[in-house]
């Protein structure tokens, strides 16, 4: 199993980034597929969970209505819209799937937001 992130970045209080990550090595369109994240000296948080066809998302109440979580699974990739970006949601994003009882994760996205 291989989950590689992109699209962090450096971005303006109310600006806008489009994370992607790129699954590979299990049947992607079989599995839920979330965003966590984790901020310096926080423990790490579930940001969104799409369920495997994307008929279901869940998000943190901290990211309502500014994120948007979807997935392609002719392309084997999720991504995440943000939107309305704080401050707050600096860290690094990382993608996650739980495949046989054992949980994957990717490297990691930073996301800065800053003035």
């Known amino acids: 199993v291989q989950l590689v992130e992109s699209g962090g970045g450096l971005v303006h209080p109310g600006g806008s980034l489009r994370l992607s990550c790129a699954a590979s090595?299990?049947?992607?369109?079989?599995?839920?597929m979330s965003w966590y994240r984790q901020a310096p000296g926080k423990e790490r948080e579930l940001v969104a969970t799409i369920t495997s066809h994307g008929g279901t998302t869940h998000y943190a109440d901290s990211v309502k209505g500014r994120f948007t979580i979807s997935r392609d699974n002719a392309k084997n990739t999720v991504y995440l819209q943000m939107n309305s970006l704080k401050p707050e949601d600096t860290a690094v994003y990382y993608c996650y799937v739980k495949r046989a009882s054992l949980k994957y994760w990717g490297q990691g996205t930073q996301v800065t937001v800053s003035s």
């Open positions: 090595g299990f049947t992607f369109s079989s599995y839920a």
